[in-house]
């Protein structure tokens, strides 16, 4: 793999960790951490948090693992 494309997957990485984290939180501030009258919201905001921390290291560990 060039170093082209392994500094993309970790600039890409690092995106995807920092936008899907802003995400849901940004979601769940909007509901207002109020998990008794909206529960959707809710559960999107957590579901986009818990995915920055899965996808994000993932790209980035993949990246720096090929040669």
Not at 45 to 63: D, E, M, Q, R, W
Request: net charge positive; hydrophobic share 55%; glycine share 14%.
């Amino acid at each position: 793999m060039s170093d082209k494309i392994r500094k993309f997957g970790i600039i890409s990485g690092i995106l995807a960790f920092v936008l899907c984290l802003a995400g849901g939180v940004w979601i769940l501030a909007k509901v207002g951490f109020d998990f008794d009258n909206d529960a959707v919201s809710t559960g999107l905001g957590l579901y986009f948090i818990g995915k920055a921390f899965f996808v994000g290291p993932l790209l980035i560990i993949t990246s720096l693992q090929s040669k």
